[in-house]
């Protein structure tokens, strides 16, 4: 039997579940190579912790490696149903409330060391964690595609940790009783978007008003192994405020509340990184709860031990 320990949380409705012992060593190098070494091991070492019977499509793992970096606190690569991603807001937040939570950091600031880049967090006494990410920035504005059985689609390419098709015009409203359609919509974007030029694209944002009265804008975000995202997801927020930076729509320093598909919100907002290059630096604020604290047991004869991988 094989135990592989993790404390799951979830952070404005989406779930994290970090990996806090028991699992195989990366090996040295920088971040970005044992994220490499993971990828090349996911369906053996990493599909198992997040996929069926032991987790779900919409599980996003935080799999905890030393920092290379020595101001860093710990060093985590995030991955997914389907694969590994660079980074992720709503699983950092999730990463530092569970550190909190096994009394290996007290509030303060703490350093986060991804594949992509440090992250600067700041935990605050009543749990609020601050997420300064890496730097983003809008790579293309107004990408038209043509989407097979929708028709002329246009939106942004940008970075925010991961790259995002930002789309406003979807003709949706962002609503819970749509989230089927807004998923099938938005994986026919994606598969077109992919085809048409743009394969480092592999999550989905579409945006319109916020339903709260207090919130900026309302997102639905898809996912790479088709989940979408419960929570305002950090990263598709940080794509989104380097969108509106090079807009002029949103001034640096100015307060932005996005809300999820589910009503769950994101405080964000920027400083200027490289104002030439429209490059900013995204800081999403939100909190998360610790949900469990779990073994995960993997027996040599259940033929089911790597996970049920749906995609
Ligand atoms: O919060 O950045 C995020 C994220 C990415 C994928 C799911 N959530």
Redesign the pocket.
């Known amino acids: 039997m094989q135990r592989i320990e993790v404390i799951d949380s979830h952070?404005a409705g989406?779930p994290t579940r970090v990996v806090v012992a028991g699992a195989p060593d990366l090996g040295p190098g920088t971040l970005a190579e044992r994220r490499d070494r993971l990828a090349a091991r996911f369906d053996v070492d990493a599909s198992r912790i997040v996929n069926e019977p032991r987790g779900s499509d919409v599980i996003?793992g935080a799999w905890l490696t030393p920092a290379v970096d020595a101001s860093c606190t710990t060093g985590v690569i995030y991955f997914?149903n389907v694969g590994v991603?660079g980074?992720?807001?709503?699983?950092t937040i999730g990463v530092v409330a569970t550190l909190a939570h096994l009394g290996r950091i007290t509030p303060g600031a703490h350093r986060i060391e991804t594949p992509v880049g440090i992250v600067a967090t700041r935990l605050a006494a009543d749990g609020t964690v601050t997420v300064e990410n890496v730097p983003s920035h809008r790579a293309h504005a107004a990408v038209a595609i043509d989407v097979p059985g929708i028709g002329r689609v246009s939106g942004d390419v940008a970075w925010?940790?991961?790259w995002f098709y930002i789309v406003a015009g979807h003709g949706h409203e962002l609503a819970a009783p749509n989230i089927e359609a807004l998923t099938a919509q938005a994986w026919r974007i994606r598969g077109a978007l992919n085809a048409q030029g743009h394969p480092e694209v592999d999550?989905i944002e579409l945006v319109g008003p916020a339903a709260h009265p207090a919130a900026s804008s309302r997102n639905f975000?898809l996912?790479p192994g088709k989940a979408y995202?419960r929570?305002p997801?950090?990263?598709?927020t940080s794509a989104r405020l380097a969108c509106l930076a090079a807009d002029g729509a949103l001034a640096e320093g100015e307060r932005w509340v996005q809300e999820s598909i589910i009503g769950s919100t994101f405080v964000a907002s920027y400083r200027w990184h490289d104002r030439r290059t429209g490059s900013i630096v995204p800081s999403i604020a939100g909190r998360a709860f610790v949900t469990a604290e779990t073994t995960l047991v993997f027996d040599e004869l259940d033929p089911y031990r790597q996970g049920i991988r749906a995609r």
């Open positions: 952070t989406e996003v997914d991603i980074m992720c807001g709503h699983g925010g940790g991961n999550h975000v996912c995202d929570s997801c950090g990263t598709g």
